[in-house]
């Protein structure tokens, strides 16, 4: 092996939900929205000038910026906006997460964060959750390099209150804390109204759940005005314009339809409780959601078994082989027919083995 082949840089990527080309699958495998983004999303994107894109975009995203923060209650400063909430947590982990003491997080959540804390060098030390896949707040008391926690989590689709997030800020004053909210439209509190409070708290969220416009890649993150410069100086150190022109008018779009988004949060919800409730009547043990997905497993068929046999029959949930989570799985809540088609399969597959 030559040189430069040993010198290559050895990292382990992310593995997203696959996307499978065929329409008829039911897809409930990457927590997508089932429902179209918003009807003026689609108006903005239909309007948006062709010639204008021989122009680069705004550089800081200037107007979504102004949209999120009139929504948000907060000044422009406060926000910050990039290419999917991956992208922006990329960047906060570059930024904030210098210290040689180890940044923390729990055993069981989203699983780039290690690929970061590898691609970027960032020493980490997990904290379990316990056997009901909560967090304790304690483990996070310890001296350390930075937090950031999953509120709900992911994979668990547990949220917590915002006594637990306080707590944690409380013992956490000379770090940053990340609170990474993807999934907070569908739960019932948000950390963003801390921001005020704790200067070293940074809250990131996404137009790829809630808003139904994963494909646009568009993530915002929010905090004090010393945490967003330093993000927008970071950004700025690696390509000042990941924000493009389309998704700049979709997400402003988005932003302005307020009745929309409520209610397709709102279905989705919905959705995910009927479902739940169908599924623990089927014999399987679901926790509570306040994400958009079930995190779910049954005493009787293994989750791999489950996950095969939803494949093999056109649904396409996530299952990770994992220690303690290998025996559970991920369902993305979908459209009401997609989820009883769903059952239907799973009551066939359950009855036949009773
Ligand atoms: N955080 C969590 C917990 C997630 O599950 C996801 C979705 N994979 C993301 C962040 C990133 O989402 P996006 O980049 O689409 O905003």
Known sequence: MSLWEKNLLDIEPYVAGEQPGNDKIIKLNANENPYPPSPMAEKALRELSFTELKKYPDANGA?????????????????FVGNGSDDVLAL???AFFNSKKPILYPDITYSFYPVWCDLLKIPYKLCAVDDDFRIDPKDYYEENGGVVIANPNAPTSIAEGRDFIVDILEHNKDCVVIVDEAYADFAPYSAVELIKQYDNLLVTQTFSKSRSLAGMRVGMAFGSEKLISCLRAVKDSYNSY???SAAQAAACASVEDEVYFRHTVLKVMQTRDETAAKLRGMGFSVLDSATNFLFATHPDRTAEEIFEYLKENGVYVRYFKKPRIDNYLRITVGTDEQMNTMCELLTKLITASS
């Open 63 to 79: 107007p979504i910026i102004r949209a999120l923060a009139k929504r948000n209650e907060l000044d422009e400063k406060n926000v």
């Open 92 to 94: 906060a982990f570059r």
């Open 242 to 244: 990941p924000l493009d």
